[in-house]
């Protein structure tokens, strides 16, 4: 926090009261106090509510808080469906307090202001539900619990070290539930992440120990379990890896995918089927085409345009990390038209472009940080017809969209998907083709 106003004698612990103006990128709203912004969590705009300001004080440019007390209430305000959410609890969930509805309609907000602000694109943004979900409970098919000091199952508050212990996350998947309520104790533990896949398989729990001791962990029969080590994952029971099975659209067969028990999975167990098919309406595919699959992770995006392309086609897949690699490898063995080249998507590329490559189709999956104005300058150099970009954060989605305008590439259509509902999280798939 920079800029420094005059002194107002504001700070942690002190109770001030405002009106709520607008939703902002982050699981929180922007109301002003004495003129300076204050970030305010457990509110909706339009309420009027007394807030306790939990970080920020005279010198700083804004302030955060917690509603404490709800003096309007905002139409979409519903009882809290968690009880470990509110102020000074849980982190995990923003809007535990809002209507799905009222959730979907923020979360639109802040990816056309994101657009609007980053990208200089303005359009209207609808915040699809995952199909499946109905009211946003019971969906997270991983789990990362921190351990209190007695060795319970615990999540950690916002922007804190400190953790509140908790029987059962009621946005966790009922398998993961299951195992936290059977097992809630895990002494030696300092984390325990439990994975429940989309499939056949039972749970996958992975233990990170606080010392070189082995306690006898508790985890329930049919669960796998797995040591997390500086040199990867320990085996102790069961396997280290889960299989997910998912639907794809149209006349495509489904696929059944090996995830190594550390490697990225969409954690909601719609979103993988709705992403693919949100990106295979909006490439549209063609026997034959050439495509490319940007962090590819462990395939799911190559093995649906690989099934799309045909064997006439090609896919190439490209992943930086190699338990993922390793993944992909297995996932596309059946598919002798897709590969997976290892390594950053930077640098494969630069080889590509050296040796004359062109692709038709691209799909761009990169972390929040997004991919950055290397990776889009390349991937125009390319010449694709048609870029697929999956999006977790939309101001990097919204700095990508400007850079491949400046490159000649206009955003032509967006979906977005409430991958993560009662979290401020949101996923986009935007299509970017060549201007005019
Ligand atoms: C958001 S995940 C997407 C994975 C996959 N597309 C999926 O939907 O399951 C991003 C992936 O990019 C990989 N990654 C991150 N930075 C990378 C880089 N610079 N080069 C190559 N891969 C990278 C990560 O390992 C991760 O698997």
Known sequence: MSEPTGPTGVGPGQVVEVDVERVAHGGHCVARHEGRVVFVRHTLPGERVRVRITEGGDGDRFL???????????????????????????????????????????????VR???????????????????????????????????????HLALHKHRSHDVVAIDACPIAHPRVRAVELAAPVWPGARAVEVVAPAGGDGPLVLVEPTG???????????????????????RVRGRTWVREDVPLPGALEPVSLRVSGSGFWQVHPGAPA??????????????????????????????????????????????????AVRDARRNLHDAPHVAITPGRVDRVLATLLEAGTTA????????????GRTVVDQV??????????????????ARDVRTFADAGYELAALRAFDCFPMTHHVECVALLVPRG
């Open 360 to 371: 038709d189709l691209v799909v761009l999956d990169p972390p929040r940080t997004g991919a």
């Open 212 to 234: 070189a001791t082995r306690p006898r962990w508790p985890a329930p029969d049919g669960a796998s379990l797995g040591v997390v080590t500086a040199d990867g994952i320990e």
């Open 113 to 151: 202001e994101q657009l609007h602000r980053l990208g200089g694109v303005d359009r209207e943004v609808v915040v699809e539900a995952v199909p499946g979900d109905d009211d946003g409970q019971g969906w997270r098919t991983r789990v990362q619990h921190a351990v209190d000091g007695s060795g």
């Open 64 to 110: 955060r808080g917690d509603a404490i007390e709800v003096l309007r209430a905002a139409p979409e305000r519903v009882e809290r469906r968690c009880p470990y959410s509110g102020p000074g609890r849980c982190g995990g969930c923003d809007w535990q307090h809002v209507s799905t509805q009222g959730q979907r309609a923020l979360k639109a907000d802040v």
């Open 274 to 323: 709705a992403l693919v098919g949100a990106v295979l309406e909006q490439l549209d595919p063609q026997p034959g085409e050439q495509a490319l699959d940007l962090y590819a992770g462990v395939g799911l995006f190559a093995v649906a345009l690989g099934a799309a392309v045909g064997p006439d086609g090609a896919v190439l897949a490209v992943e930086g990390d190699a338990g």
């Open 380 to 397: 125009v150099a390319l010449a694709p017809r048609a870029v697929s970009y999956v999006a977790c954060d939309p101001a990097a989605l």
